[in-house]
T-cell receptor, first 114, second 113 residues
Framework: EPEVTQTPSHQVTQMGQEVILRCVPI?????FYWYRQILGQKVEFLVS????????KSEIFDDQFSVERPDGSNFTLKIRSTKLEDSAMYFC????????????FGQGTRLTVV | AQTVTQSQPEMSVQEAETVTLSCTYD???????LFWYKQPPSRQMILVIR??????QNATENRFSVNFQKAAKSFSLKISDSQLGDAAMYFC??????????FGTGTRLQVFP
């Protein structure tokens, strides 16, 4: 069964450092998303991406965040200067966009900022 | 704006028994989708069941079924014949077409042998 793959599974970084979280969506999917889950809290939408551009972003997705699809397969989330409060699970998700509204989630990347 | 409310932070059930998790939502959309996702300790998000709002028939997936009350904006999940592996966080969510998913705060389900 096709799946969304995220790397790394766990990343520890120092405050102020840049991190890049990587996702490989399912190959025929057209809509891509990043979500964040702070420990013990709900899963929150960060950003959606379609046709090589951001289609929507939340208030959380400030100038420290950026997304891109550099090579047509990977979908990355970059945090330029990490803060302690960026520590969370980050989930990538994708849809086909052709009438099937099931979002397939990756296994998540646990980001720890120290 | 869409909102999802899960009023039960924790629930427990005995193995083989039935449990119902509650969810209410609010949306201005007429064509939307409702979901239940399971998050085990591994923290992966696993789709349990999905309901299209335009369908009157309640969705069913093996031991999992929903009670969808559109007028009341209620979408509860019933787990029959509960198993130890059902223990997890359960998140109710809604989306409009391929729009973002909006989740509730989750219900932690414990299953006792």
């Amino acid at each position: 069964e096709p799946e969304v793959t995220q790397t790394p599974s766990h990343q520890v970084t120092q405050m102020g450092q840049e991190v890049i979280l990587r996702c490989v969506p399912i190959s025929n999917h057209l809509y891509f998303y990043w979500y964040r889950q702070i420990l013990g809290q709900k899963v929150e939408f960060l950003v959606s991406f379609y046709n090589n551009e951001i289609s929507e972003k939340s208030e959380i997705f400030d100038d420290q965040f950026s997304v891109e699809r550099p090579d047509g397969s990977n979908f990355t989330l970059k945090i330029r200067s990490t803060k302690l409060e960026d520590s969370a699970m980050y989930f990538c998700a994708s849809y086909t966009g052709t009438g099937n509204t099931e979002a397939f989630f990756g296994q998540g990347t646990r980001l720890t900022v120290v | 704006a869409q909102t999802v409310t899960q009023s039960q932070p924790e629930m427990s059930v005995q193995e083989a028994e039935t449990v119902t998790l509650s969810c209410t939502y609010d949306t201005s959309e007429s064509d939307y989708y409702l979901f239940w996702y399971k998050q085990p300790p591994s923290r992966q998000m696993i789709l349990v069941i999905r309901q299209e709002a335009y369908k009157q028939q309640n969705a069913t997936e093996n031991r999992f079924s929903v009670n969808f009350q559109k007028a009341a904006k209620s979408f509860s999940l019933k787990i029959s014949d509960s198993q130890l592996g059902d223990a997890a966080m359960y998140f109710c969510g809604t989306s409009y077409n391929t729009d973002k998913l909006i989740f509730g705060t989750g219900t932690r389900l414990q299953v006792f042998p």
